[in-house]
């Protein structure tokens, strides 16, 4: 027995111990996966391709597609999985969208396609490759739908010359062979109407989230993710900032450093106009512009506007903040 008993005592440390490990590792697990809760407002994102997306408002998280956090540097790496969001496009960008992203394979129906807008309608012209190329204009409105698709409902068609009453009769094959194509995941058929999914619409990074109104106002494609109103948001502590993106909770990797229990500002230095940004160029205008640490270990990144790079002016503009609000800040 005395001998015994020091080996229960032993394997009793050991279950205990291994249990701790196991906990602690169950939460590292836990923290790892945890989204990166996220908003946005009054940017303007250069997704690539020519394709520019305005935010106005966005509330949702970034959710990794990795077993590790989601790395900022990489916008295939993660999801932004959308509870609110109100953005835009210009015809301009939907037409690059369609040329150099969407339809940009060698097979692809459409090409040399130019969008407009006129009223409350789109105005599309563009090729279509049957046998020979066919010039076409349309004419359409444009809706979601209950299931948060992006509805294009053709009002005037106009092929060669001839007024076609129905989509189908224009396309004809092509159209079947559009739904069929590989490469063309964000469009289907509906009837007479194209439906776009807004989440396989754009360039990376991916969006996921319900769309509940498309319309076009002031000239411009608006798209509603979720409610009217954002609620249960967060936002940043720092006064008078207007262009910003937060991130708050969870792992973030960025460049060569990982935060824990994130909570990471990129502030436009200049409040006047959108914040213009790049998710790919990031460490550009990382770099032209200065950061501040928060007495709650935050940091706040002053950064100056993807233009003011392209044209050279690399000196950022003064901050927004005073010592009086420095003194304020958290």
Not at 224 to 246: H, L
């Amino acid at each position: 027995m005395p001998v015994i008993q020091p080996m229960w005592r032993i394997c009793l440390i050991t279950v205990a111990w291994l249990s701790l490990t196991a906990a602690a590792s169950s939460r590292a697990v836990g923290t790892r996966s945890e989204p990166v809760a996220t908003r946005m407002r009054n940017t303007v994102f250069h997704l690539g391709h020519g394709i520019d997306l305005r935010v106005e408002d966005l509330s949702g998280h970034l959710i990794s597609k990795t077993s590790g956090p989601p790395l900022f540097d990489d916008v295939k790496s993660y999801i932004v999985d959308v509870q609110h969001a109100r953005v835009a496009m210009t015809a301009e960008s939907l037409t690059n969208l369609m040329n150099n992203y969407v339809f940009a394979s060698p097979d692809a129906p459409f090409k040399n396609l130019r969008i407009g807008i006129e009223g409350g309608e789109l105005t599309q012209s563009g090729t279509l490759k049957k046998g020979i190329g066919v010039p076409f204009t349309i004419r359409a409105t444009v809706a979601a739908t209950p299931e948060g698709k992006i509805r294009v409902h053709p009002t005037k068609i106009k092929a060669a010359g001839f007024v076609s009453k129905r989509i189908l009769d224009f396309f004809g094959l092509e159209l079947e062979n559009l739904v069929k194509m590989k490469n063309v995941t964000a469009v289907a058929v509906d009837g007479d109407d194209l439906l776009l999914d807004p989440e396989h619409l754009l360039p990376p990074p991916q969006i996921r989230g319900r769309l509940t109104r498309a319309a076009i106002e002031n000239g411009l494609i608006v798209q509603q993710f979720g409610t009217a109103k954002a609620s249960g948001t967060i936002a940043p502590t720092a006064p008078r900032v207007n262009n910003y993106m937060y991130y708050r909770g969870g792992l973030l990797r960025f460049g060569k450093l990982t935060m824990t229990d994130t909570d990471l500002l990129l502030v436009d230095a200049d409040q006047k106009d959108l914040f213009d940004f790049s998710p790919e160029q990031y460490n550009d205008q990382l770099v032209a512009g200065y950061s501040k640490n928060t007495r709650s270990h935050g940091l706040i990144v002053y950064m100056p506007d993807l233009a003011d790079l392209r044209r050279g002016s690399t000196t950022p503009v003064p901050a927004v903040e005073t010592q009086a609000d420095a003194r304020r800040r958290p």
